[in-house]
T-cell receptor, first 112, second 113 residues
Framework: KQEVTQIPAALSVPEGENLVLNCSFT??????LQWFRQDPGKGLTSLLL?????REQTSGRLNASLDKSSGRSTLYIAASQPGDSATYLC???????????FGQGTELSVKP | EAGVAQSPRYKIIEKRQSVAFWCNPI?????LYWYQQILGQGPKLLIQFQNNGVVDDSQLPKDRFSAERLKGVDSTLKIQPAKLEDSAVYLCASSSTGAYGYTFGSGTRLTVV
């Protein structure tokens, strides 16, 4: 049974810092991995999707890496801003069908 | 492009009452998902539809939860009777091709008292 864990559960940093969020999964037989952002009272917004054959994806100040063999993914946020404050969720897709298994999320607070 | 619409946004009910949530996916999206997100946890899949057929309902508590997707478009999720532990945000999502193009609605926050 696939389990997804995110560390840390909460993180507070000053504006401008570069930071890394971690995600680990127990079964390396994944189809893809996605990082989502969730703002309070809102739904989830997809940030980056990494196919199982890929090592990383980049979008603006965000970079996500995937190491299937070790069961790990990281989300790197460069030059953090207060607007980046949100909960970040990692989710693993096990097949083409689209079912996602989520971690519990990392709540990020970026202080001005 | 309009997003995934959900209603109501909030609902408070007493335990043992029934409740229903509605979801309208993005037009043309064949796959529709219902996720349950308990406070402090990540979302958990309850049921997945492909058009109007059920693909996965392995984690749906079928003694109290039911869901349908009429004509492969809108979907309703019902809880009857509700328990305190059903308090959560119920998220609907749709996608055009499996894991790609996942779009979530804003969710329905259910409080059972």
């Amino acid at each position: 049974k696939q389990e997804v864990t995110q560390i840390p559960a909460a993180l507070s940093v000053p504006e401008g810092e570069n930071l890394v969020l971690n995600c680990s999964f127990t079964d390396s037989a994944i189809y893809n991995l996605q990082w989502f952002r969730q703002d309070p009272g809102k739904g989830l917004t997809s940030l980056l999707l990494i196919q199982s054959s890929q090592r990383e994806q980049t979008s603006g100040r965000l970079n996500a890496s995937l190491d299937k063999s070790s069961g790990r993914s990281t989300l790197y946020i460069a030059a953090s801003q207060p607007g980046d404050s949100a909960t970040y969720l990692c989710a693993v897709g096990g097949d083409q069908g689209g079912k996602l298994i989520f971690g519990q999320g990392t709540e990020l607070s970026v202080k001005p | 492009e309009a997003g995934v619409a959900q209603s109501p946004r909030y609902k408070i009910i007493e335990k043992r009452q029934s409740v229903a949530f509605w979801c309208n996916p993005i037009s043309g999206h064949a796959t529709l998902y219902w996720y349950q997100q308990i406070l402090g946890q990540g979302p958990k899949l309850l049921i997945q539809f492909q058009n109007n057929g059920v693909v996965d309902d392995s984690q749906l508590p079928k003694d109290r939860f039911s869901a349908e997707r009429l004509k492969g478009v809108d979907s309703t999720l019902k809880i009857q009777p509700a328990k305190l532990e059903d308090s959560a945000v119920y998220l609907c999502a749709s996608s055009s091709t499996g894991a790609y193009g996942y779009t979530f609605g804003s969710g329905t926050r259910l409080t059972v008292v």
